[in-house]
T-cell receptor
Framework: SQQGEEDPQALSIQEGENATMNCSYKTSINNLQWYRQNSGRGLVHLILIRSNEREKHSGRLRVTLDTSKKSSSLLITASRAADTASYFCATDASPEGAQKLVFGQGTRLTINP | GAVVSQHPSRVICKSGTSVKIECRSLDFQATTMFWYRQFPKKSLMLMATSNEGSKATYEQGVEKDKFLINHASLTLSTLTVTSAHPEDSSFYIC????????????FGPGTRLTVL
Protein backbone atom coordinates (compact mmCIF):
# COMPACT_ATOMS: atom_id res chain seq x y z
CA SER A 1 0.00 0.00 0.00
CA GLN A 2 1.09 3.55 -0.57
CA GLN A 3 3.36 4.69 2.22
CA GLY A 4 3.12 8.42 1.86
CA GLU A 5 0.05 10.56 1.72
CA GLU A 6 0.43 14.22 0.95
CA ASP A 7 -1.67 17.14 1.88
CA PRO A 8 -2.85 19.27 0.24
CA GLN A 9 -3.13 17.72 -3.20
CA ALA A 10 -2.99 21.18 -4.74
CA LEU A 11 -1.91 24.53 -3.39
CA SER A 12 -2.05 27.92 -5.06
CA ILE A 13 -0.49 30.96 -3.42
CA GLN A 14 0.85 34.39 -4.31
CA GLU A 15 4.49 34.97 -5.00
CA GLY A 16 6.33 35.88 -1.83
CA GLU A 17 4.09 33.87 0.44
CA ASN A 18 5.22 30.73 2.22
CA ALA A 19 4.07 27.31 1.08
CA THR A 20 3.66 24.37 3.42
CA MET A 21 3.15 20.81 2.30
CA ASN A 22 2.60 17.83 4.55
CA CYS A 23 3.36 14.16 4.22
CA SER A 24 2.20 11.28 6.38
CA TYR A 25 3.41 7.72 6.31
CA LYS A 26 2.52 4.43 7.93
CA THR A 27 5.59 2.48 8.98
CA SER A 28 8.97 3.13 10.57
CA ILE A 29 11.41 4.67 8.15
CA ASN A 30 15.15 5.06 7.61
CA ASN A 31 14.77 8.46 6.02
CA LEU A 32 12.30 10.68 4.23
CA GLN A 33 13.11 12.64 1.13
CA TRP A 34 11.44 15.49 -0.72
CA TYR A 35 11.58 15.84 -4.48
CA ARG A 36 10.35 18.41 -6.97
CA GLN A 37 9.04 17.59 -10.42
CA ASN A 38 8.33 20.09 -13.12
CA SER A 39 5.61 19.07 -15.55
CA GLY A 40 6.71 16.16 -17.71
CA ARG A 41 10.22 16.17 -16.33
CA GLY A 42 12.34 14.08 -14.01
CA LEU A 43 12.65 14.49 -10.28
CA VAL A 44 15.01 16.84 -8.52
CA HIS A 45 16.19 15.83 -5.08
CA LEU A 46 15.55 18.63 -2.58
CA ILE A 47 16.38 17.38 0.87
CA LEU A 48 16.77 14.20 2.90
CA ILE A 49 15.98 13.93 6.57
CA ARG A 50 16.94 10.87 8.56
CA SER A 51 14.76 9.20 11.13
CA ASN A 52 16.88 10.55 14.00
CA GLU A 53 16.63 14.13 12.77
CA ARG A 54 13.81 16.54 13.48
CA GLU A 55 14.51 19.49 11.23
CA LYS A 56 16.72 20.40 8.29
CA HIS A 57 17.22 23.53 6.29
CA SER A 58 18.45 24.12 2.77
CA GLY A 59 18.20 27.64 1.44
CA ARG A 60 14.52 28.58 1.42
CA LEU A 61 13.49 25.03 2.29
CA ARG A 62 12.73 23.79 5.78
CA VAL A 63 11.79 20.20 6.44
CA THR A 64 10.53 18.79 9.70
CA LEU A 65 10.06 15.19 10.70
CA ASP A 66 7.91 13.91 13.53
CA THR A 67 8.41 10.18 13.83
CA SER A 68 5.91 9.88 16.65
CA LYS A 69 3.19 11.21 14.35
CA LYS A 70 4.75 9.66 11.25
CA SER A 71 4.60 12.94 9.44
CA SER A 72 6.82 15.45 7.71
CA SER A 73 6.38 18.94 6.37
CA LEU A 74 8.11 20.92 3.68
CA LEU A 75 8.09 24.68 3.99
CA ILE A 76 9.15 26.90 1.11
CA THR A 77 9.65 30.45 2.24
CA ALA A 78 9.36 33.56 0.09
CA SER A 79 7.98 31.58 -2.83
CA ARG A 80 8.84 32.42 -6.41
CA ALA A 81 7.08 31.70 -9.68
CA ALA A 82 9.87 29.23 -10.48
CA ASP A 83 8.82 27.14 -7.48
CA THR A 84 5.71 26.11 -9.39
CA ALA A 85 5.96 22.31 -9.63
CA SER A 86 4.76 19.09 -8.05
CA TYR A 87 6.40 18.14 -4.79
CA PHE A 88 6.68 14.55 -3.62
CA CYS A 89 7.74 13.03 -0.37
CA ALA A 90 9.35 9.62 -0.51
CA THR A 91 10.08 7.29 2.35
CA ASP A 92 12.79 4.69 2.59
CA ALA A 93 11.63 1.96 4.92
CA SER A 94 13.61 -0.83 3.34
CA PRO A 95 16.25 -3.00 4.98
CA GLU A 96 19.68 -1.37 5.00
CA GLY A 97 21.04 -1.01 1.51
CA ALA A 98 17.83 -1.77 -0.35
CA GLN A 99 16.83 1.92 -0.70
CA LYS A 100 13.37 1.30 -2.02
CA LEU A 101 11.54 4.59 -2.09
CA VAL A 102 7.78 4.79 -1.75
CA PHE A 103 6.38 8.05 -3.04
CA GLY A 104 3.41 10.02 -1.86
CA GLN A 105 0.77 11.29 -4.24
CA GLY A 106 2.34 14.69 -4.45
CA THR A 107 1.28 18.28 -4.00
CA ARG A 108 0.84 20.45 -7.05
CA LEU A 109 2.09 23.88 -6.09
CA THR A 110 1.24 26.93 -8.17
CA ILE A 111 2.87 30.26 -7.42
CA ASN A 112 0.94 33.14 -8.88
CA PRO A 113 2.99 36.21 -9.88
CA GLY B 1 27.92 15.87 -10.44
CA ALA B 2 25.53 12.91 -10.22
CA VAL B 3 23.82 13.32 -13.57
CA VAL B 4 21.55 10.62 -14.91
CA SER B 5 20.35 10.60 -18.49
CA GLN B 6 17.64 8.66 -20.26
CA HIS B 7 17.20 7.90 -23.91
CA PRO B 8 14.94 8.37 -25.68
CA SER B 9 13.06 11.20 -24.02
CA ARG B 10 9.88 10.21 -25.81
CA VAL B 11 8.87 7.37 -28.06
CA ILE B 12 5.75 6.48 -29.98
CA CYS B 13 5.35 2.93 -31.16
CA LYS B 14 2.77 0.59 -32.56
CA SER B 15 1.07 -2.01 -30.44
CA GLY B 16 3.00 -5.26 -30.40
CA THR B 17 6.46 -3.79 -30.83
CA SER B 18 9.20 -3.71 -28.21
CA VAL B 19 10.79 -0.55 -26.92
CA LYS B 20 14.13 -0.17 -25.17
CA ILE B 21 14.82 2.67 -22.78
CA GLU B 22 18.35 3.43 -21.63
CA CYS B 23 19.37 4.90 -18.31
CA ARG B 24 22.94 6.13 -17.90
CA SER B 25 24.84 7.59 -15.01
CA LEU B 26 27.08 10.12 -16.71
CA ASP B 27 29.61 11.07 -14.07
CA PHE B 28 29.50 8.30 -11.52
CA GLN B 29 29.25 4.56 -11.26
CA ALA B 30 25.85 3.36 -10.17
CA THR B 31 25.82 0.19 -8.16
CA THR B 32 22.05 0.20 -8.13
CA MET B 33 19.51 1.65 -10.51
CA PHE B 34 15.78 1.83 -10.05
CA TRP B 35 12.97 1.94 -12.58
CA TYR B 36 9.73 3.76 -11.85
CA ARG B 37 6.50 4.25 -13.71
CA GLN B 38 4.33 7.34 -13.43
CA PHE B 39 0.82 7.82 -14.74
CA PRO B 40 -0.41 11.34 -15.57
CA LYS B 41 -0.75 13.50 -12.48
CA LYS B 42 0.01 10.50 -10.31
CA SER B 43 2.84 9.39 -8.11
CA LEU B 44 5.84 7.27 -9.05
CA MET B 45 5.61 3.56 -8.52
CA LEU B 46 8.74 1.46 -8.20
CA MET B 47 8.85 -1.27 -10.80
CA ALA B 48 12.19 -2.91 -10.15
CA THR B 49 15.62 -2.59 -8.62
CA SER B 50 18.54 -3.25 -10.91
CA ASN B 51 21.97 -4.26 -9.65
CA GLU B 52 24.96 -4.41 -11.95
CA GLY B 53 25.75 -7.91 -13.04
CA SER B 54 22.77 -9.58 -11.42
CA LYS B 55 19.11 -10.11 -12.13
CA ALA B 56 16.72 -7.32 -11.36
CA THR B 57 14.38 -7.53 -8.41
CA TYR B 58 10.82 -6.80 -9.45
CA GLU B 59 8.08 -5.35 -7.29
CA GLN B 60 4.93 -7.29 -6.72
CA GLY B 61 2.59 -7.10 -9.66
CA VAL B 62 5.25 -6.15 -12.21
CA GLU B 63 5.63 -8.70 -14.99
CA LYS B 64 9.30 -9.50 -15.41
CA ASP B 65 8.75 -10.98 -18.85
CA LYS B 66 6.97 -7.84 -19.91
CA PHE B 67 9.51 -5.40 -18.55
CA LEU B 68 12.98 -6.74 -19.18
CA ILE B 69 15.75 -5.05 -17.26
CA ASN B 70 19.44 -5.39 -17.97
CA HIS B 71 22.19 -3.74 -15.94
CA ALA B 72 25.23 -4.62 -17.98
CA SER B 73 27.63 -2.07 -16.57
CA LEU B 74 28.01 0.32 -13.68
CA THR B 75 26.78 3.18 -15.84
CA LEU B 76 24.01 1.64 -17.91
CA SER B 77 20.70 -0.03 -17.24
CA THR B 78 18.08 -0.73 -19.88
CA LEU B 79 14.36 -1.32 -19.64
CA THR B 80 12.71 -3.11 -22.54
CA VAL B 81 8.95 -3.04 -22.76
CA THR B 82 8.15 -6.15 -24.77
CA SER B 83 5.10 -6.47 -27.01
CA ALA B 84 3.89 -3.07 -25.91
CA HIS B 85 0.20 -2.33 -25.66
CA PRO B 86 -1.66 0.95 -25.16
CA GLU B 87 -1.97 0.29 -21.43
CA ASP B 88 1.84 0.36 -21.22
CA SER B 89 1.77 4.01 -22.23
CA SER B 90 3.29 5.91 -19.36
CA PHE B 91 6.19 7.99 -18.12
CA TYR B 92 9.14 5.81 -17.18
CA ILE B 93 11.80 7.24 -14.91
CA CYS B 94 15.04 5.71 -13.75
CA UNK B 95 17.22 6.64 -10.82
CA UNK B 96 20.66 5.67 -9.61
CA UNK B 97 22.75 5.91 -6.49
CA UNK B 98 26.48 6.23 -6.27
CA UNK B 99 27.07 3.57 -3.69
CA UNK B 100 29.00 5.58 -1.16
CA UNK B 101 26.22 8.18 -0.98
CA UNK B 102 23.67 5.50 -0.49
CA UNK B 103 20.76 7.57 0.76
CA UNK B 104 20.30 9.76 -2.28
CA UNK B 105 18.86 8.66 -5.58
CA UNK B 106 19.54 10.74 -8.65
CA PHE B 107 16.75 10.70 -11.18
CA GLY B 108 16.82 10.75 -14.94
CA PRO B 109 14.59 13.11 -16.95
CA GLY B 110 12.14 10.36 -17.83
CA THR B 111 10.90 8.74 -21.03
CA ARG B 112 7.38 9.28 -22.30
CA LEU B 113 6.13 6.10 -23.98
CA THR B 114 3.01 6.22 -26.13
CA VAL B 115 1.75 2.97 -27.61
CA LEU B 116 -0.76 3.36 -30.41
Amino acid sequence: SQQGEEDPQALSIQEGENATMNCSYKTSINNLQWYRQNSGRGLVHLILIRSNEREKHSGRLRVTLDTSKKSSSLLITASRAADTASYFCATDASPEGAQKLVFGQGTRLTINP
Amino acid sequence: GAVVSQHPSRVICKSGTSVKIECRSLDFQATTMFWYRQFPKKSLMLMATSNEGSKATYEQGVEKDKFLINHASLTLSTLTVTSAHPEDSSFYICSANRGFDTDTQYFGPGTRLTVL
